[in-house]
């Protein structure tokens, strides 16, 4: 696993509360940092699941490359997100950053030890792991049940939910990256997107059109609730 990493390590003590998980005593725990390049791999389909991750900054996908070559995104991962969480051994998926990330590394053996005469942390980590299925859930529903507009549409308010400052969603992700989330054609996400636009939904307020602003969120909300 480490071979992946792009930096050198920062071990310093940290609360776990710093990550957003809840224990008894908040105990101290020894945190790494790494910066990880756009583009370079975090951890690997099949590899031992032992670290549990989150974003500092940046963002990361995780994903898993079908038979013919097709890439599949299963979620993205924004800055407080906890990835890794996994019920066995192995990751069963890939993730890499999608753009310049920085990400905080806690042994899995750290957690699964103070777990062991923790009822808070065992909570926390069980939210979280419920958190993490209902998106699969949402996201498995998105895929096989939405038209093209409710998958853009979707994607948008859950980006919105996450994202979005200063009343502008600025997306770290590309046109690709979407398109791999929601089972879409390249050539269809733009087509959808300039359709929103038309619409007056939404406006795009630079060239390459990541930055975007939320014209008419209840009209894009109707869009989503479509059968």
Not at 41 to 66: M, P, W
Not at 88 to 111: K, M, N, P, Q, Y
Request: glycine share 8%; charged share 25%; net charge neutral.
């Amino acid at each position: 696993m480490l071979m992946h990493l792009t930096s050198a390590a920062l071990p310093r003590p940290h609360c776990l509360s710093e990550l957003g998980i809840a224990a008894a005593s908040d105990p101290m725990v020894s945190l790494n940092e790494f910066t990880y390049r756009r583009g370079s791999e975090i951890y690997g389909e099949k590899e031992a699941a032992d670290y549990v991750y989150q974003v500092k900054a940046g963002a990361v996908r995780s994903y898993k490359l079908l038979s013919d070559g097709r890439r599949q995104i299963s979620a993205f991962h924004v800055p407080g997100d906890v990835f890794g969480l996994e019920n066995g051994s192995v990751h069963r998926f890939t993730t890499e950053a999608v753009v310049d990330a920085t990400v905080r590394l806690i042994r899995r053996e750290s957690l699964d030890a103070i777990a062991g005469s923790d009822g808070i942390l065992i909570r926390s980590l069980l939210r979280l792991t419920t958190m993490n299925l209902r998106h699969a859930e949402d996201h498995m529903l998105l895929l096989g049940r939405k038209t093209s507009l409710e998958r853009v549409a979707a994607f948008l308010i859950e980006m919105d939910r996450r994202l979005t400052a200063a009343g502008i969603l600025a997306l770290p992700m590309s046109r690709r990256d979407i398109a791999d989330y929601l089972g879409l054609t390249l050539e269809t996400v733009s087509r959808t997107l300039s359709y929103l636009r038309d619409l007056g939904i939404l406006g795009f307020i630079d060239n390459n059109q990541r930055h975007i602003v939320l014209l008419d969120r209840q009209q894009l909300a109707g869009l989503d609730r479509r059968n």
